[in-house]
């Protein structure tokens, strides 16, 4: 199965998004979701980062909205527009979760 994830908050609770298990995993951050892509504590990176075989993108637009540009995103997250966010859940994912 390829399942799109979409996070839209920064819950440090990462228990139900480390049981998903997926043929694709794709992880997509909107809203407030969107600061595990540029916030580190204690020099680390947001453990939702370390899903083993996921990809990552964050909505451009909700960076944007919160004072933040491309160049503050972890690299192994894909900055994408909103209309992206619409291709990638219809046509590169059989099912979505929103966490």
């Given at each position: ?22 043929e ?10 969107i ?22 993108y ?10 933040f ?31």
């Amino acid at each position: 199965m390829k399942l799109g994830v979409i996070v839209s908050d920064l819950r440090r609770t990462v228990n139900s998004f480390e049981r998903l298990q997926a043929e694709k995993l794709g992880v997509i951050l909107v809203q407030n979701g969107i600061y595990h892509a540029v916030l580190k504590e204690n020099g680390e990176a947001s453990p939702i980062l370390a899903k083993e075989g996921a990809e990552f993108y964050a909505v451009k637009e909700d960076l944007e909205s919160r004072g933040f540009g491309d160049g503050d995103v972890d690299g192994k997250v894909k900055v994408v527009t909103y209309s992206d966010f619409v291709d990638l859940i219809m046509n590169d994912y059989e099912k979505t979760a929103w966490l």
